[in-house]
């Protein structure tokens, strides 16, 4: 019986010392992040699971508006912080029951986090909080990034390959191009998967990841390995 239990133990924990069990318990590869602060929870979220505890400020907008909303209650708004003009994720906390509630709080802690972790490694707008909205909804708050074309899949609504690609020089695209490759190969490595990654391309070169509520970790083998695929076509549009 003890040798039966002592290999189980042994089972057990060199299942949690493999790569893909350490990405379930922990949320991100550490050699992509910089050191980032654990302390701290997200205030009236409830409690985080099988993410890291970021502190995440509460902040206070002025001059709210929205500019695009759906019918799931995903809403996209403007307004400023501190003199600084941002763009404000709405999402809808709450739910019809108990399960429901409990599910949306989940997907928007998913997302706090990966906005977060995102905006550290310079690879999505700028996080800086949350806000409350109204009806206790909250939004996800993000330094807005000025004249950046929206790039998706071809068939994506707004997608704006085709006057990024008219206004921007040669030199320019590669580096979008170099970018998107080098962002896939990261959502590949942190075992995040979506059918429709979402960027914003700057006239300088930069790209951001966008909409991180579409994300999923597919460690469990439900989802495809790899996002590879769809970052491949968005690429074949600049060529």
């Given amino acids: 019986m003890i040798r039966r239990t002592s290999i189980a133990l042994l089972l057990i924990f060199a299942f949690f010392h493999t790569e893909r069990a350490s990405a ?22 409830g409690k985080w699971r099988f993410i890291r505890p970021y502190r995440i400020n509460n902040l206070r907008l002025r001059n709210v508006h929205s500019i695009a ?26 739910g019809s029951g108990d399960e429901a509630q409990s599910e949306r709080l989940e997907d928007f802690q998913r997302e706090v986090s990966l906005a ?4 550290d490694l ?25 004249d950046s074309w929206f ?9 704006g390959v085709a006057m990024a690609r008219l206004y921007a020089e040669a030199s ?5 191009v170099k970018e998107i490759q080098e962002i896939g190969e990261l959502l590949d490595a942190n ?15 930069q790209v951001y990841l966008i909409d991180f509520g579409n994300y999923r970790r597919n460690i469990f083998d ?4 790899s996002v590879q695929p769809h970052i491949d076509e968005i690429i074949a549009q600049f060529r």
């Fill in 222 to 225: 439900s989802l495809p390995k």
């Fill in 191 to 205: 075992y995040l998967y979506t059918p429709n990654p979402q960027f914003l391309l700057t006239p300088q070169g």
């Fill in 151 to 159: 790039v998706g899949l071809p068939n994506e609504p707004g997608n």
């Fill in 24 to 45: 379930f318990w922990y949320p991100f590869k550490s050699r992509f992040a910089p050191s980032t602060p654990c302390t701290g929870v997200l205030s009236r979220i």
């Fill in 116 to 119: 977060k972790f995102f905006s």
């Fill in 69 to 94: 909303a759906s019918t799931d209650s995903v809403g996209i708004y403007q307004g400023v912080y501190r003199n600084t003009p941002v763009v404000v994720k709405r999402i809808r906390t709450q």
């Fill in 172 to 176: 320019i695209r590669k580096l979008w």
């Fill in 122 to 146: 310079g690879r999505g707008p700028k996080f800086l909080g949350i806000t409350e909205i109204r009806n206790k909804d909250f939004g996800i708050v993000f330094e807005k990034v000025p």
